[in-house]
């Protein structure tokens, strides 16, 4: 997992919860770096899930929903890190269509060794997507995160279900999305 994306962990920890916090799951997790990760590196992912665990055991929360919390910051803060993916976009549906074989295959020519999921989406009709998330990683919550973030992103009204497949390692998760349309 690129460390940008634990660093952008640490910081939300930081500023939603507290400095102190933060030291404290660094502390108490077995991190390769001690958790000085920097935006290029590449981690373990479990590290992050070591990191996820720590901060559900000191606040209570339990980890699915802090990484849905985290993917919703996530979303905003790539937002602001690399907003020429964002630029011409104008709707949830749009920017997800282009997720797989756009915005990630950018990622992966700035980051080659990126480990990135796989997307297939569909819509049977223009007000509902069906989209479908496989990894090697368990990051389904993230993923649902993310998707939030967007959807707070382009400020719609838009009703999410989510199915998790059986799999053997990592995840595949159906996420169908549909528009509510005002009568
Ligand atoms: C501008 C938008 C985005 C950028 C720049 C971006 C970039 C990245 C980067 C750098 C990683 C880490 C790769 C690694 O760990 O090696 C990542 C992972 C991931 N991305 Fe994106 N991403 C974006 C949008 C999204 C959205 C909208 C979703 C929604 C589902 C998403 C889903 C994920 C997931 C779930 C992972 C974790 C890895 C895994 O599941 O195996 N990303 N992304």
Not at 11 to 16: H, K
Not at 110 to 138: G, I, T
């Amino acid at each position: 997992m690129k460390g940008v994306v634990f660093r952008e962990f640490i910081d939300m920890v930081e500023s939603s919860f507290s400095p102190e916090i933060a030291d404290s799951i660094i502390e108490l997790s077995d991190l390769s770096t001690g958790g000085a990760y920097t935006s290029v590196g590449t981690y373990d992912h479990r590290e992050i899930i070591q990191l996820v665990s720590r901060l559900s055991e000191r606040t209570g929360i339990a980890v699915p929903d802090l990484l849905r919390a985290f993917g919703n910051h996530l979303l905003g803060r790539f937002a602001a890190l690399y907003p020429s993916h964002f630029i011409g976009r104008n709707s949830t549906f749009d920017f997800l269509s282009i997720l797989d074989n756009k915005i990630h295959v950018e990622v992966k020519k700035l980051y080659p060794d990126a480990e990135l999921p796989v997307f297939d989406h569909s819509s049977p009709d223009p007000n509902v997507m069906a989209f479908v998330y496989r990894s090697k990683r368990p990051f389904a919550d993230l993923a649902e995160g993310l998707i939030r973030g967007c959807i707070a992103y382009f400020n719609e009204n838009i009703d999410m279900q989510r199915e998790d497949y059986p799999c053997e390692e990592g995840a595949h998760t159906r996420f169908m999305l549909r528009k509510m349309v005002n009568v």
